[in-house]
Nanobody, 112 residues
Framework: QVQFVESGGGLVQPGGSLRLSCAAPRSIFAVYSMAWYRQAPEKQRELVAIIFSGGNTNYPDSVEGRITISKDNVKNTVYLQMNSLKPDYTAVYYC??????WGQGTPVTVSS
């Protein structure tokens, strides 16, 4: 069972920033693409950002340039930097890879 260790979620005020982290086993991290999804209350899980094994990234239009995905190949960690957060970014954020492994999720609440 592949385990991802996610961290960095919490409560942030509108307009604030958060950086989420997801540490993965080296054998998985080096080979597969990594991605972040989110699931807001009563909504379907949706893609937030993806980073391919070669480092290219892709984002859906819905994140509006507020999100940046990156990775550290030495630490085997993928990051999700979120800026100018809005209340509708409140969700549980999940780390996953192209093999289909999922983290346990880290909750983000954007509220004043």
């Amino acid at each position: 069972q592949v385990q991802f260790v996610e961290s960095g979620g919490g409560l942030v005020q509108p307009g604030g920033s958060l950086r989420l982290s997801c540490a993965a086993p080296r054998s998985i991290f080096a080979v597969y693409s990594m991605a972040w999804y989110r699931q807001a209350p009563e909504k379907q899980r949706e893609l937030v950002a993806i980073i391919f094994s070669g480092g290219n990234t892709n984002y859906p239009d819905s994140v509006e340039g507020r999100i940046t995905i990156s990775k550290d190949n030495v630490k085997n960690t993928v990051y999700l930097q979120m800026n100018s957060l809005k209340p509708d970014y409140t969700a549980v954020y999940y780390c996953t890879n192209s093999r289909g492994n999922w983290g346990q999720g880290t909750p983000v609440t954007v509220s004043s």
